[in-house]
């Protein structure tokens, strides 16, 4: 039995993990038949505890929603047309093979979008077809978000999942920076109920300091709130780190052993005292000074960033010096302060050589239009339209979009938006006709996230406390209905013409998963046959075949060797989940850097730091900075055809503070004109004094333009399309992440 079935009144029940954000909740689901009565959160759940948030209880009528996609849609002179899948992937092959065999492979783009990261088939299968179609241009949303923290990573530890997350259940002191995780619950630090965590941490006499321009949900919950100029961050973190050397703060502890070029990050912050900066940052000089000084002496600590540190113009300078004031107070790697997790399906840190392994190469190639560099296999987004609508040899003529929306999500979106038509070969899979896939040739809807299992092999690698939970299929797949992961392996053989069977590309995948295992002097299946290895593994096809070997080599795992540890099986049992543990030292056998050191000072982001001083003396420009929100209701783009979570006052406004309004005569719900050099938008105002002085901030990913579009509920409330306003050429250098923070826009005055 893989799903705990409780049969009272012709109803029953099973336990879910909530795959929507990072967070990660279990779900306790009461179904009538195959209708999904009531969506609570499970209490039993070994990590959330029955936490949950609106959007999971929307899993029932996202399932329902009669908008998505259950067929595979093929345009015909300019309409979408229900087909069936075996013509589907004949079209596919049409529009593809073409491309292929006249241009190369360098020809086609593939685009990972964000919810890839949460489907357990998006997590193993994308590697069958970007290996079938052999281009080298990958992109992802990784380049709109969180890139300068994986590269800091890198650097620093020598994986860029090798991240240090904030031990927020045991710190004495919380630092956040551009992070709002009351709405967006969490990112980069997996933890379902921050909410709860928080106000724990309070009540145990725990600080909280939240630096944000905009007075969020976190910082009304907080100890003490900073509002920091947009952009300010990697000054007035590096002013901290200032004080730390001249104030004596630095106490390594028993990180010292492990740690190499301090005198080099000293030498790189001389010149930013607190005083000095004050005026870009925002932030006075004696608030920086008492912050640093909270930092180093409170008995535990921790500083934690996300998308205000992040997607800014100085975001690898940022990410880099939380690590390093982390580090220098001695709060890395151990509790109350920011360690390492060990995921149960392994990580790159948990395999090969402890301590030791290649340094990162990056700019293997480049793009063709803006030599831009490949980092981590991938070419930054903000390059994507550019080379499709960029004349000459080596344009993208086709592309494979997989849950992504670049139209929504991508900086100068209207470029996206005009650069998608010019495509020979438009392949989407996605549930839903939206701003992007409305462009496609063929649609291949996967199943509703309720009609698949699910287990988080990503962000439990990043998760506060260790945990391992998998959920069954809640709901059969439709009559004919394809799995994602057949889907993508169809494509797989729809591309190299191999004409294999989806369960024939699987066989090959499982197979090569555990030939590298074979080879690995780290892995329990070191020199076993591989056959031998498959044989064993419980399940006999698919994702679920995989996750099995992956707990069982993993570092809980069974190991093949018959003893009590982690199997998937062991998971079914447990439909609540595993406790793992809290997160536990892990220096310096999580390091896989050439010499077995963290070097503090790596010279692509230590370089970087010029670029920074001469901003700071530039006279800032007069005029307002845009920044972003979440809000709790909404995920990115592909939320808002959901009826439940589209009530009530409207959430894509725009925020101007009462001064900045009244400048411009701007009242609550006023309709103005917002501009850049890049576009404009119309935008319904929100004066509030939650933003603060000179700064407004926009959410993105509402739907913008409603024609051609099949979303009936976000159709009746489009809002604003903010990337129309961002310049896809203006990226945190070292990193080439996208800017969505601290951007100079026009707000007009109002119109008599
Ligand atoms: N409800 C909901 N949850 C989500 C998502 C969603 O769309 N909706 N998206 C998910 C995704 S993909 C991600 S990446 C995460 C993101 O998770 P978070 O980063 O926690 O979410 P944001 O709301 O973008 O928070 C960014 C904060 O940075 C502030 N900010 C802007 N500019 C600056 C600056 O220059 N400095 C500082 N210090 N702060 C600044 C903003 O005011 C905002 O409060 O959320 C995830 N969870
Ligand atoms: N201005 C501005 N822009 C931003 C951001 C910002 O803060 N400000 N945030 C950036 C960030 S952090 C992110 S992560 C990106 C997100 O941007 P994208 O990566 O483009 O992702 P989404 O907008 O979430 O679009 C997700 C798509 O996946 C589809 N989908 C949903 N579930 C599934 C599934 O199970 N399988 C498949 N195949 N498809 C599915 C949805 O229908 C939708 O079309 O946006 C970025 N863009
Ligand atoms: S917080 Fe995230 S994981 Fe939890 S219920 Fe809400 S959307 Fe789902
Ligand atoms: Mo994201």
Known sequence: MTVHEHRAHGRRQAIRTCPLCEATCGLSITLAGNTVERIAGDEHDVFSRGYLCPKGTTLGEQHADPDRLRAPVVKQDGEFVETTWDDAFRVVGELFHPVLETHGPDAVAVYLGNPIGHNLDGL???????????????????????????????????????????????????LVLGANPMASNGSLATAPGWPRRLRALRRRGGRLVVVDPLRTRTADIADQHIRVRPGGDAALLLSIIHVLFEEDLVSLGRLAEFVSDVDQVEQAVGRFAPE????YTGVGSVTVRELARGLATASSSCVYGRMGTTTTRFGSIGSWAIDIINILTGNLDRPGGTMFPKAATGSPNTKGSPR????????????RVRQAPEMFGELPTSCFAEEIDTPGEGRYRALLLVSGNPVVSNPNSQRVA???PQLDAFVAVDPYINDSTRHAHVILPPPSALQRPHYDVHFWQWSVRNVANYSPRVLPLDEGQLDEWEIMCRLASTFDRSGASAHEVDEGLIRSMVRSGARDESSPVFGWAVEEVVAELGPSTGPERILDYMLRVGPYGEGFAGGDGLTLSTLVEHEHGVDLGPLEPRLPDVLRTSDGMIGLAPGIIVQDID??????????????????????R???????????????????TLQISPPDAHARGLESGDTTRVTTDTGEVEAVVEVTDRIAEGVVSLPHGFLHEPDGVGLTTARARPGTNVNRLMDEQVLDVPSSTAVFNGVPVEVSARRR
């Not at 030791?356 to 793009?367: M, V």
Request: charged share 25%; hydrophobic share 35%; glycine share 8%.
């Open 611 to 632: 670029r920074l001083w001469d901003d700071i003396g530039r006279r800032p420009r007069d005029g307002l900075l845009l920044i972003g929100r979440r809000t709790l």
């Open 634 to 652: 909404s995920n990115n783009s592909w939320m808002h055809n959901v009826p439940s979570l589209m009530t009530g006052r409207p959430r894509c």
């Open 124 to 174: 193993l299968y994308p590697r069958v077809f970007l290996k079938a179609l052999g281009s080298r241009n990958l992109y992802s949303a990784s380049t709109l978000d969180q890139r300068p923290k994986d590269l800091s990573n890198a650097l620093l530890y020598g994986g860029r999942y090798t991240l240090a997350v904030p031990d927020i259940d045991r710190t004495d002191f919380l």
């Open 356 to 367: 030791y392994g290649a340094s990162p190469q990056f700019g293997r190639f480049h793009t």
């Open 276 to 279: 000095r900066v004050e005026e």
């Open 418 to 420: 005009a650069a998608l």
